[in-house]
């Protein structure tokens, strides 16, 4: 691997890692709850809507309702992390034509 890729995979680890908790907040998933009006209202009624009513814990939904309420585990950030660096490597490698 190309130092160019190296630091790409970093940076993009880190970005993820960084910018996770701003989005799931963005996409309504707040300390306080879901966000009325929010893409996390429209992904909880389809889950009730399918689930007869509720949402099943450990769902999608579930999870990003935990995150934003007390942030990313350990293990949330790390899979975070290892998203970005994937995302960082590939776009390197794609810019500088060794993909």
Do not use: C, K, R, W
Not at 25 to 46: K, L, R, W
Not at 88 to 95: E, L, P, R, V
Request: hydrophobic share 65%.
């Amino acid at each position: 691997m190309d130092p160019f890729t190296m630091i790409a995979t970093g940076v993009g680890a880190a970005a993820a890692v960084v910018a996770a908790p701003a989005v799931i907040a963005a996409a309504g998933f707040t300390a306080g709850g879901i966000a009325a009006g929010s893409i996390a209202s429209s992904m909880m009624s389809a889950a009730a809507v399918a689930n007869g009513g509720g949402v099943v814990a450990g769902s999608v939904v579930a999870v990003l309702q935990s995150a934003g309420a007390a942030g990313l585990s350990v293990a949330g950030q790390a899979a975070v992390g290892a998203v970005g660096a994937a995302l960082g490597a590939a776009a390197s490698m794609a810019s500088n034509g060794t993909a």
